[in-house]
């Protein structure tokens, strides 16, 4: 299946993937460029990379293969298989940001109103009861079974 293809399958669960890619480079982006604000702040940016390194693994389980991880970091990661698990981590990922307009607005809204996009696109799956479906370019059904 191709990229196109996936994206014409209407399945949210493919969309809430492409919005996690997104994310990851968004919560990357902006918790290193908001390190250098006010220390109230800098704990929030702190907790955006996090999830920005969290979210690279539960998007691209072609990772977990390749990357030295523990056992219990794997076992973490495995948890979010499911559209509704992920998307109450996205969720969850995302209550963080929205609390951090406590300390001042900050560009961490960006990754607070894309987290809470792909917590509604996997939400959107689960309400339709569409299977979690892995896009293939990101290591989903295909590539993981080439490499090994």
Do not use: H
Request: hydrophobic share 55%.
């Amino acid at each position: 299946m191709t990229l196109s293809e996936e994206f014409r399958s209407r399945n949210f669960s493919i969309y809430g993937q492409w919005t996690g890619v997104i994310c990851i480079i968004l919560c990357i982006a902006l918790g290193i460029a908001n390190i250098f604000s006010p220390p109230a702040r800098i704990v929030f940016s702190i907790l955006c990379l996090i999830a920005g390194v969290v979210l690279i693994f539960v998007e691209v389980p072609f990772l977990l293969r390749i990357c030295p991880t523990s056992d219990k970091f794997d076992n973490f990661i495995r948890r979010f298989t499911t559209n509704w698990m992920r998307a109450a981590m996205y969720l969850a990922m995302s209550a963080v940001q929205w609390i951090s307009l406590v300390t001042g607005a900050s560009s961490l809204i960006a990754a607070a109103v894309m987290l809470l996009i792909a917590s509604l696109f996997y939400a959107l799956a689960g309400v339709k009861s569409q299977d979690f479906v892995g896009s293939k370019t990101l290591g989903g059904q295909g590539l993981a079974q080439m490499i090994v």
